[in-house]
């Protein structure tokens, strides 16, 4: 003789999976920037000095106005894309926690 069947009832959960989301970065801390304008008349008046010794011998670099302005530019870009970013991922943080809520 056969042993006895029972029907067995399934029921499916849908649950979805909880998202991480990790902590945003630190802010940036910008260090301080001495900014100095040479002219060719300040920079003769510098070599002079240090030719003195009243001045310490200290390498500068430079630009030209067109690499400081792509360089500003750029920044910019950084900036833009940074904001959007930030916005992105707000916006689905928002969905998740909407989505929390109706639960």
Do not use: C, F
Request: no cysteine.
């Amino acid at each position: 003789m056969a042993p006895e069947t029972k029907p067995v009832e399934v029921v499916t959960v849908t649950r979805t999976a909880p998202i991480y989301h990790p902590p945003l970065p630190e802010p940036i801390e910008s260090s301080g920037i001495e900014w100095r304008i040479l002219s060719p008349d300040i920079m003769q008046q510098y070599l002079e000095s240090v030719e003195a010794g009243e001045e310490p011998r200290v390498a500068y670099y430079g630009l030209t106005s067109q690499g400081y302005e792509n360089l500003s530019m750029t920044m910019g870009e950084v900036t833009r894309y940074l904001e959007q970013i930030l916005h992105i991922v707000g916006y689905y943080r928002e969905m998740d926690e909407e989505e929390e809520d109706t639960k």
